[in-house]
């Protein structure tokens, strides 16, 4: 998941594993009830340790991406259910034929350091993000905007800047884009595009220890490995002010122990449910539940030079007969305790776009017999010997170890071959691992969206301009026929001529499998009793600004 993603993009990449409860609502009103009254509480909150520094562009996962969001206002943001309000933007507004969008920024808004926020405080960090010399995992995110691939070299200057972006004044920019864009208005309220203030050029690795935002909180302290701290911005100008003192994000590597805490009042809010409570937490007299129908996206993804799995007949010929291997149902209800949904797409059930009738997604299901069949012919293009393995790796901290057990199981007793598992102790030390391309086998991932489109699920995850290195294409997929799928979506004169490009390209993932759907997993979690204003939002996280106890 993502500590899903980055999701925010990785998601991907990956959080806590969070199960999903279909069907059923939060256990009492106080558990999604807000207040309007504002209070110097701290609240603290389940955290985790981020894969990077602090630093917006080049955070897509949600230990880092959580606080993040926090620290910095876009130019849009989101209500709960995902729809976007314009925040540090005034307007923003596109020409006949969507290239062009000129964005206007509303007056008075500052960083935390008291240095104003203008259109260079996103051109810049827009352009700095772009810049492959600056290894930032968002790059991709702005493969849209003209002038992208002239900084997509090696050996451009740091401080290259997008051509695509002009600088009228200090409140107007204007942004011109390779193609046509419908989606470019939401998309800009990703993490990615928040704007960075001077300073960070300066010493960027330093900013990303102790960063300086614009959002509803200040950066305090972070202590490594145990918690990142932030206190109410009382200059804040948006839409989502704080109405607590600040929230401390406590750094947990076991969902059980961060249970335990809330139910002993030691832990305000968390946002995942381990496996051990999924089938009791809404019983539970000791904590407020909630449970309600979420965005994330669950997975495990083929590396595409994978020996035997890389995308040729072969390879396709055993990542299909792994995923019709694969028990979903019984691993939803025995392990999850009844409490997922076996994935049918690659989006998620809440996202605009999704299809439960895609051609193809009877590779999802488990089919014994024809999962043997193919691999049988898998094997007359090139045996599988008695030496080799199906290894699927995971982090060990986040509460996946019974499912990917549960995998690794039924593929084996399906196929009759060597299966196991390979867990990595955090979620930090897994996720660089797959930054770095080391991890030599089957890995988990999932995703967790950034903006409520099934654009986010794709583009960011399997199209070639966010592999190697560039985005959270980690597998490192690439097909040109889906590419111009999604630059036909792009193009689109409406949403839902859009979304029928995006489930043809579903389609095609469907038949290459560069990762294999396992579940979706719902917005659910745990509040303390006496906390008020916990509810979950369209991202599965809660809503950190309204909580109050």
């Known amino acids: 998941m993502k500590k899903v993603s980055r999701l925010s993009y990785m998601a991907a990449a990956g959080s ?79 020409n006949a034929d969507k290239t062009v969008y000129t964005i206007v920024l509303k007056s008075g808004w500052k960083f935390s350091d008291g240095t104003p926020v203008t259109s260079e405080s996103f051109t810049k960090a827009w352009s700095y993000a772009a810049d492959a010399t600056n290894a930032q995992v968002n790059a991709s995110f702005f493969s849209l ?136 937490f809404q019983t539970d007299n000791t904590v407020q539940a909630y449970n309600k129908a979420g965005s994330v996206f669950q997975s495990f993804t083929f590396p595409s030079t994978l020996t035997h799995f890389k995308l040729d007949k072969e390879g396709r010929l055993r990542r299909a007969a792994v995923s019709m291997s694969i028990d979903r149902k019984t691993i939803v209800s025995k392990v999850l305790g009844g409490v997922g949904t076996p994935a049918v797409d690659y989006t998620s059930p809440v ?84 930054t770095d391309r080391k991890v030599t086998s089957a890995f988990r991932t999932g995703w967790q969206a950034d903006y409520p489109s099934a654009e986010d699920y794709l583009t960011p995850l399997y199209s070639s301009s966010a592999a190697d290195g560039n985005g959270s294409n980690d597998g490192d997929y690439k097909n040109p026929a889906f590419d111009a799928l999604l630059a036909k979506a792009d193009q689109a004169s409406s949403t839902a001529d859009a979304n029928k490009y995006y489930q043809q390209a579903e389609e095609l993932l469907l038949k290459d499998l560069p990762a294999v759907p396992l579940y979706y997993s719902n917005a659910a979690g745990v509040a303390a009793k006496g906390v008020k204003g916990f509810v979950l939002n369209w991202k599965n996280v809660p809503v950190y600004q309204n909580l109050t106890k």
């Open 16 to 94: 806590a594993l969070a199960l999903l409860l279909s069907g059923c609502g939060g256990s009492s009103s106080t558990s999604s009830s807000s207040t309007s009254a504002s209070t110097n509480e701290v609240m603290n909150v389940y955290g985790c340790e981020p894969q990077n520094p602090l630093i917006p562009a080049n955070t897509n996962e949600n230990c880092g991406g959580n606080p993040i969001d926090l620290l910095f206002a876009k130019l849009v943001t989101f209500d709960t259910k995902g729809n976007a309000k314009n925040e540090v933007a005034k307007s923003i507004t596109a």
């Open 351 to 434: 996202t605009p776009g999704y299809s439960d009738s895609l051609t193809g997604k009877d590779v999802l299901s488990y089919n014994p017999t024809e999962a043997k069949k193919l691999w049988k012919e898998a094997n007359a293009i090139a045996p599988w010997s008695s030496s080799d393995k199906l290894t699927f790796a995971y982090n060990a901290d986040g509460g996946a170890k019974p499912v990917y057990d549960a995998i690794a199981n039924s593929v084996k007793n399906t196929l009759g071959i060597d299966a196991e598992t390979n867990p990595y102790a955090t979620f930090s030390a897994f996720r660089q691992a797959i």
């Open 145 to 280: 905007i003209k002038g992208y691939d002239a900084l997509s070299g090696k050996g451009t200057a740091s401080d290259a800047q997008l051509s695509g972006l002009k600088v009228n004044s200090d409140t107007e920019f204007t942004v011109t884009l390779n193609a046509p864009s419908s989606i470019f208005p939401t998309m800009v309220g990703y993490t990615a595009y928040a704007p960075l203030p001077t300073s960070f050029y300066k010493d960027p690795k330093a900013f990303g220890e102790k960063p300086v935002g614009n959002g509803p909180y200040k950066f305090k302290s972070w202590t490594h490995n145990q918690s990142i701290d932030l206190v109410k911005n009382a200059d804040y100008k948006g839409v989502q002010p704080a109405k607590n003192g600040g929230v401390d994000f406590k750094v947990y590597t076991d969902p059980d122990a961060a249970y335990a805490d809330v139910q002993g009042g030691n832990l305000d809010v968390l946002e995942t449910i381990p496996s051990s409570d999924t089938q009791t």
